[in-house]
């Protein structure tokens, strides 16, 4: 079964930069499309962008373009979000998650309901 390990959040201030990691293993990388995810206290889980590894395909979030970077590495099984300019609304927990459905895989701002490998959580906050 495919699993997910996201890793790299932590406490910044605004204006600064993280970048997270999704390490997948149990699976064929280039089957499935890759999502970040970000959930913050009291509001739904929403995609924050996504990657198809096997074609390079990428999704943004309107609030997110221009700050965000996806970006895949298929020799290490890894997907890495690169966040700058980071705002305090970017405060939230950030998941890494996987879909194995072609059609996600090639769509934009697919929704969480349609990915079914989930990585733990890696808590970004963004404060001074």
């Known amino acids: 079964e495919v699993q997910l390990q996201a890793s790299g959040g932590g406490l910044v201030q605004p204006g600064g930069s993280l970048r997270l990691s999704c390490v997948v293993s149990?699976?064929?990388?280039?089957?499935?499309?890759i999502g970040w995810f970000r959930q913050a206290p009291g509001k739904e889980r929403e995609v924050v962008s996504s990657?198809?590894?096997?074609?390079?395909?990428?999704y943004y979030t309107e609030s997110v373009k221009g700050r965000f970077t996806v970006s895949g590495d298929n020799a290490k099984n890894s997907v890495y979000l690169q966040m700058n300019s980071l705002e305090p609304e970017d405060t939230a927990i950030y998941y890494c998650?996987?879909?194995?459905?072609?059609?996600?895989?090639?769509?934009?701002?697919?929704?969480?309901?349609?990915?079914?490998?989930w990585g733990q959580g890696t808590l970004v906050t963004v404060s001074s």
């Open positions: 998650a996987a879909t194995d459905r072609r059609w996600a895989r090639l769509a934009a701002g697919v929704t969480a309901a349609y990915y079914d490998y």
């Open positions: 149990g699976g064929t990388f280039d089957d499935y499309g």
């Open positions: 990657i198809s590894p096997k074609d390079g395909r990428t």
